[in-house]
């Protein structure tokens, strides 16, 4: 495999990232799970996340679970997709935690649970509106919270959590907040204890952190996009908080070589039809512009829109699979084939680049030594 496309990872940028989202939490009385199923799951991440105050590992995905165990992650390991039946016997032989939506995924859970002689510990999901995973009725979140305090030997109930801004893009209010903390008064009252753990949500959760608003007894967060991508616009966007500036969007970085530079008609010429994706488009004719184009694509990088250019003046046009067009009519460096050309990321743009088989990755650590 050649060099480019490189995704290059700088673990300075990544744990003082995770640090001040720590230090946060931390004065709010919240603890954090350091998300990494954005990054596929490298280890590297995570001993960065676990170096820099995160109490868990999380992931959507059992194999990048199972990695961070086997490649030394020590705090425990939470799956955040709740998970299928058939995957139990594994993840139980993976991590101890877990969140969960369905009455008979957890009784497979204990059971399974334990067979193999161990507890593991589940945080229920309250849908609250943002209708992806959860128990929608608090009368069934109260019902399978009794069931597994008083029939489940092998199962934990450490708490409740909730998940807003993926699917309905429900904003975690405070109102959202106080309504979690709300059901899981009403299942302590039930079940006669405290619960351990009331977990507010990802990223967009700590817009209430910000606005001192979160309600004291939320003391659990799950966090992954704002620590890795930092302040981008996309992030901006759907958090509209400045607090974020201060986290660096440098943590990833792609680079991609420029394969062909020339002065090009920014119209197409002929009959249109679609593009390689099957789509209709529409140009705006600009008279001849130069152009370069990069040995990246969709394949890579999903679409234009996740890849941001470093360099000022440069453009992102278009691309299809394997091509990406830039346009650098405007940018003053001069930029000759062989080039290698910079951008940040959006969180799709990591999701997609981390896990192309077609990039390389590049681990940077001054910590260590390592400089790019
Ligand atoms: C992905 C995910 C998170 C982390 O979300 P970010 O927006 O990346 O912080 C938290 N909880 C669950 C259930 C998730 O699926």
Redesign the pocket.
């Known amino acids: 495999m050649g060099k480019y496309p490189r995704l290059t990872v700088d673990h300075n940028e990544l744990r003082s990232n995770m640090k001040q989202i720590v230090d946060w939490c931390k004065d709010a009385g919240i603890e954090v799970a350091g998300?990494i199923?954005?990054t596929t799951g490298m280890v590297s991440v995570a001993l960065d996340y676990e170096s820099s105050g995160a109490k868990w590992i999380?992931s959507?995905r059992l194999e990048q679970l199972r990695r961070a165990k086997d490649e030394g992650v020590k705090i425990p390991l939470m799956m955040?997709?709740v998970p299928m039946i058939s995957e139990i016997p594994e993840m139980i032989t993976i991590c101890d935690w877990s969140?969960q939506s369905e009455f008979s995924t957890i009784k497979a859970l204990n059971e399974e649970a334990s067979n193999a002689g161990k507890i593991h510990s589940v945080i229920l999901m309250a849908d609250l509106g943002d209708l992806r995973e959860g128990f929608f009725e608090i009368e069934e979140l109260v019902d399978v919270s009794k069931y597994i305090e008083e029939k489940c030997d092998a199962v934990h109930l450490a708490g409740i959590g909730t998940?807003l801004g993926?699917y309905g893009s429900v904003v975690p209010t405070k109102e959202k907040m106080q309504q979690l903390v709300d059901y899981a008064e009403t299942i302590e009252s039930a079940i006669g204890r405290r619960l351990e753990i009331i977990s507010g949500?990802?990223?967009?959760s700590l817009m209430p952190v910000f606005d001192g608003v979160m309600p004291e007894r939320i003391n659990h967060l799950?966090?992954?996009?704002?620590a890795m991508c930092g302040p981008m616009e996309d992030l901006k966007q759907n958090y509209g908080r400045d607090e974020v500036d201060v986290l660096s969007g440098d943590g990833f970085i792609l680079e991609a070589e420029v394969i062909e530079v020339k002065t090009k008609p920014s119209h197409p010429i002929g009959e249109l039809g679609v593009d390689a994706f099957g789509k209709k488009r529409k140009y705006k004719d600009r008279g001849m512009r130069q152009r370069a184009l990069l040995a990246v694509g969709r394949q890579d990088h999903g679409d234009i829109d996740n890849i941001i250019p470093i360099a000022e003046g440069v453009e992102v046009i278009g691309a299809s699979g394997d091509h990406t067009i830039l346009d650098i009519e405007d940018c003053r460096d001069i930029i000759r084939v062989g080039d290698v050309m910079k951008f940040r990321l959006s969180?799709s743009g990591l999701l997609y680049l981390s896990s192309s088989e077609n990039v390389s990755v590049n681990e940077v650590d001054r910590l260590y030594g390592i400089k790019i």
């Open positions: 998300v199923k954005a999380a959507s955040i997709r969140l998940n993926c949500g990802a990223t967009s799950r966090i992954g996009a704002v969180y």
